[in-house]
């Protein structure tokens, strides 16, 4: 069942895009549900990524299933919901569309150089390039067919991102939340 006035928004994109900033400053705005979905990976990912060593979709299959029980919970108890998650295929994007009416995506779209820029400027992380190298390989660009993804160019201070995040998820609210 999908309630028309609660949305959920996944903010997406290949990490150092801004995801976890620019989500939490527009829930904070918004006095939206928040969830990082980092959150609800099973321990064994958790462990398998501390050790190095990258999760495949096998592995990524419960943590998608949990993110879109939560999704679906969140949109029956919040008017907007914010959930970070990389959604860098389209059938992880599609999974976590199924059963979830109101749920859209707002891509962090950013070239390389200036994402690489950006998470070799990250005081106290330790930044591989190969990790980002490998975040592009993996990235599968929203394309037409995808009517519910709204680009948001990175290229521009955090302050203009945030910016148009909520600009973005405020024009899908009703006119007398926004005033």
């Given at each position: 069942m999908t309630n028309n006035q609660n949305r959920i928004y996944v903010i997406m994109g290949v990490s150092g895009s801004g995801k976890s900033a620019v989500a939490a400053a527009a829930a904070r705005q918004l006095s939206a549900?928040?969830?990082?979905?980092?959150?609800?990976?099973?321990?064994?990912?958790?462990?398998?990524?501390?050790?190095g060593e990258p999760l495949n979709d096998d592995d990524r299959a419960p943590w998608l299933a949990a993110l879109n029980d939560a999704a679906f919970a969140m949109q029956r108890t919040h008017?907007?919901?914010?959930?970070?998650?990389s959604a860098l295929k389209k059938h992880y994007r599609d999974r976590?569309?199924?059963?979830?009416?109101?749920?859209?995506?707002?891509?962090?779209h950013g070239d390389f150089p200036v994402i690489e820029a950006r998470l070799a400027a990250r005081n106290g992380h330790f930044f591989k390039p190969q990790m980002l190298v490998t975040q592009f390989a993996a990235l599968e660009q929203p394309g037409i067919d995808e009517s519910d993804v709204m680009a948001i160019d990175i290229n521009q201070p955090l302050a203009g991102v945030i910016a148009d995040t909520v600009q973005h998820i405020q024009s899908f609210l009703p006119q007398d939340v926004c005033a």
């Open positions: 549900g928040f969830l990082d979905g980092d959150f609800l990976h099973p321990r064994s990912n958790i462990l398998k990524m501390a050790a008017g907007v919901s914010i959930i970070v998650c976590l569309r199924a059963g979830n009416g109101n749920l859209s995506f707002i891509y962090l």
